[in-house]
Structure formats: structure tokens, C-alpha cells
């Protein structure tokens, strides 16, 4: 059954060293905060699994958090690389990592079929690239009906899976507003889902029925931190900080500057100061 918790106990209890984990989020709705807290505790050797990692896994792993990292694309958005993977993918600082790069196609597959319960997804993809030739977990099936050559790649299931979202209801529903991205399937495909939201309300009566909404029976824990997406932006709340985003290249392109900065905003921090990041970027009602 789902609880409401502070996200501080909803990361402690659905979070393990070693875990296969997916903080996910697409252009907004990216968890922060939720990632932010995993920093705070300390986890390691972490299997980091997103489709598009940005900051809060540059953070991760310039943290020494990840022994691993699936996606299909990884930088800065509107910036350019992200420095603190770069390092250690070049010069295995603080620790070397392994990689595992798929196409957006793959990702999006592998996760439906996670969250279908499937051992694999089978579609058409990779041609004409070279990705399977470094990539050993890309593999081709012929489809038994027309003979065609396929695709497969292993279904995501991880052991845990971090959202933000904009509403829960106070039975443990979420609603997901403007662009979904892969968050739906990233909890179905889940052992264990957390959902930072926005706000509590009291129902979704007077919302419109094709909303996506998860029921209280995919997540594990929900915790509220207004502005937990920060800096990205959540549909219908704040705007985009795209200050921070391009701040973050000169603080990440140094090593000694990141850890200070992540000792101060991130360590020292608390999830409620997420809500005083946004202030001049909420829009009027």
C-alpha cells in the first residue's frame, strides 16, 4: 500500500546499495530533489538507468554513486556535456564507470516491456548504426511470421524507480501533467516506485478523464516537495531554470568546485529549500 512519507524515509526504504535504479523525467518533471536525498545518504555502487541523464546524474556519479550507467543520450540540455560523467568515463575519477548506450527507440521498448512484465523488447531498430557492435546487450531475432530481422534488447525492470509529478490525491493516486516522457512505464516497469509531488489534493473529480493518472497500487512511497523538479520545470507550476543549467558547466568543469558546490546545495541542503529555488520562476495562477 502506498504511504506518505518525507522523502528522507521514502528514499531510505525503497533505495539499496547495489540497486538498479531509474530517476526519470523528460524536459520537466526531472527528480531532484529524490535525487538530491539518494546523494545525501550516501549510496553506492548504483546501475544509474535514464534515457536523457543531465545534472542530477553528473551529480551522481561525480559523487561516486554509479558502478553503471544505461541511457540513450547523456549531456547538459542546450549546454553540452555533462563534465563529471566525461571524467569518468575518460579518467575514472572518483571511480571508473561501466556504459551501456542504447537509441531512444531501445530505451523506450526496453521499458515497455518492463512494464508488461516481458523478458525482452523485439522492434525495428539499430539499422545502420554501430551501436550493437559495442553494445552486447543488443541483439537480433527474426520474427517467426514474415522472416524480417528484429531488434531485442533486455526488458528494464529496476529495483527502484524515482518520479516527480504534479498532484496526488489523498488516496495515493498521481496525476502526470503536460509532456509524459517515459515516467509511466519507468513505475509500472518498477519493484518499488517514490513520487515526489507538487502538492496533495483532494481528488482529481474536475479533471479531465484522459489525464494520465498512476493508481495508488504502482507506488510504494509519495512525498511532497513543492519545486522538487528544480531546476527543470513542472507543467503548470514554474518555468525552466535555464540559469542553472548553464551555470552548472563551469561548476562541473572543475573538480574541486563541484565538490564544494555539492557540499553546500546539496549536502548541507534539505528538501524544503526546493520550494524557495522556484519563487521567481512559479507563473501567476
Given at each position: ?64 554513486m554509479a558502478r553503471k550507467i544505461v541511457f540513450s543520450y547523456v549531456g547538459n540540455p542546450g549546454v553540452g556535456l555533462l563534465r563529471r560523467a566525461r571524467d569518468a568515463i575518460e579518467n575514472g575519477f572518483p571511480h571508473a564507470i561501466e556504459v551501456e548506450e542504447h537509441s531512444h527507440a531501445g530505451m523506450a521498448n526496453a521499458y515497455e516491456a518492463g512494464a508488461a512484465g516481458l523478458p525482452c523488447a523485439v522492434f525495428r531498430g539499430y539499422r545502420g548504426a554501430g551501436l550493437a557492435a ?152
Amino acid at each position: 500500500m502506498v504511504k506518505f512519507l518525507p522523502l528522507k524515509e521514502a528514499v531510505a526504504e525503497n533505495l539499496h546499495d547495489g540497486n538498479t535504479v531509474a530517476f526519470e523525467g523528460f524536459t520537466h518533471l526531472i527528480p531532484t530533489a529524490a535525487a538530491h536525498e539518494a546523494i545525501r545518504q550516501g549510496f553506492r555502487d548504483l546501475t544509474l538507468i535514464r534515457m536523457t541523464p543531465d545534472l542530477i546524474y553528473d551529480q551522481m556519479i561525480g559523487m561516486g554513486m554509479a558502478r553503471k550507467i544505461v541511457f540513450s543520450y547523456v549531456g547538459n540540455p542546450g549546454v553540452g556535456l555533462l563534465r563529471r560523467a566525461r571524467d569518468a568515463i575518460e579518467n575514472g575519477f572518483p571511480h571508473a564507470i561501466e556504459v551501456e548506450e542504447h537509441s531512444h527507440a531501445g530505451m523506450a521498448n526496453a521499458y515497455e516491456a518492463g512494464a508488461a512484465g516481458l523478458p525482452c523488447a523485439v522492434f525495428r531498430g539499430y539499422r545502420g548504426a554501430g551501436l550493437a557492435a559495442v553494445n552486447p546487450n543488443i541483439k537480433s531475432v527474426t520474427c517467426p511470421f514474415t522472416g524480417e530481422v528484429l531488434a531485442a534488447v533486455p526488458a528494464i525492470r529496476p529495483d527502484a524507480t524515482f518520479i516527480h509529478a504534479q498532484k496526488a490525491d489523498r488516496k495515493g493516486n498521481v496525476l502526470v501533467e503536460g509532456i509524459i516522457g517515459i515516467q509511466k512505464e519507468a513505475v509500472l516497469a518498477a519493484k518499488r516506485a517514490v513520487v515526489t509531488v507538487e502538492e496533495v489534493v483532494d481528488n482529481f473529480d474536475d479533471l479531465h478523464p484522459n489525464l494520465t493518472v498512476l493508481p495508488n497500487w504502482t507506488i510504494a512511497a509519495i512525498s511532497v516537495v513543492p519545486g522538487g523538479s528544480h531546476p527543470s520545470y513542472t507543467h503548470g507550476y514554474y518555468e525552466r531554470d535555464n540559469a542553472a543549467y548553464l551555470e552548472w558547466d563551469e561548476i562541473a568543469a572543475d573538480r574541486d568546485r563541484f565538490q564544494a558546490w555539492m557540499q553546500k546545495n546539496v549536502i548541507e541542503s534539505s528538501p524544503d529549500d526546493f520550494a524557495g529555488r522556484v519563487g521567481h520562476l512559479r507563473k501567476a495562477a
